[in-house]
């Protein structure tokens, strides 16, 4: 009897699923961010920097502030925007150009509308693929992670402006 009873206690708890494997979801979404340096209205702006930054090299020590249009498609002017990308990126690179990236993506717009996802990484711009966590999200992404990967789709050397496409990996 005792024996019967223990293997369906067993039973039962081998079957158990964790709540979380059971609703979770994985989600890929692709944006446009656009870093809007030059003009009477920059996105983004240069709040600080080192005695010592030289920006014709790394620009070590920079904190520049963003709140960058996120489009669905690559143009700033024709695209629907999706959201806004808020946060600061600091030159953390001394020999190498390296940003600390460390932003919101804010949805105001489609079925993300009111959510929000947390990026944080290493952006070597130069680099054709950067990889970077995503390490957190508010509203349907709650409790999520995942990664970020960033290439560059334009950058206007005499501007500076750059548009930049995100593809998103998250499991919520
Ligand atoms: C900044 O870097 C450039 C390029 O290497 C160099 O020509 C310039 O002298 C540097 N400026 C300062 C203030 O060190
Ligand atoms: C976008 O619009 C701005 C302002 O109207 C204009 O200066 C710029 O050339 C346009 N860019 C593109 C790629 O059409
Ligand atoms: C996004 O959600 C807000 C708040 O619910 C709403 O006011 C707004 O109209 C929505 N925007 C779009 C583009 O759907």
Excluded: C
Excluded at 105 to 125: C, D, E, H, L, Q
């Amino acid at each position: 009897m005792a024996s019967t009873a223990l293997f369906f206690v067993f039973l039962a708890l081998a079957t158990m699923q964790p709540q979380t494997a059971s609703s979770e979801k994985e989600t890929h979404l692709k944006v446009y961010w656009h870093d809007v340096v030059s003009g009477p209205d920059p996105t983004s702006v240069p709040v600080a920097q080192a005695a010592t930054t030289n920006t014709s090299k790394t620009g070590f020590g920079m904190v520049v502030v963003i709140d960058d249009p996120l489009t669905e498609g690559a143009s700033l002017n024709s695209s629907r925007l999706m959201g806004r990308a808020q946060g600061t990126y600091i030159a953390a690179g001394k020999d190498q150009l390296a940003l600390l990236m460390n932003m919101n993506f804010v949805f105001t717009a489609g079925k993300y509308n009111g959510s929000s996802i947390a990026i944080m990484g290493r952006n070597a711009v130069f680099t054709k693929v950067r990889e970077m966590a995503v390490i957190g999200g508010t509203g349907v992404f709650r409790w999520a992670r995942g990664y970020a990967q960033a290439r560059t789709h334009t950058f206007d050397l005499k501007t500076g402006d750059a548009t930049v496409e995100y593809n998103i990996f998250i499991r919520h």
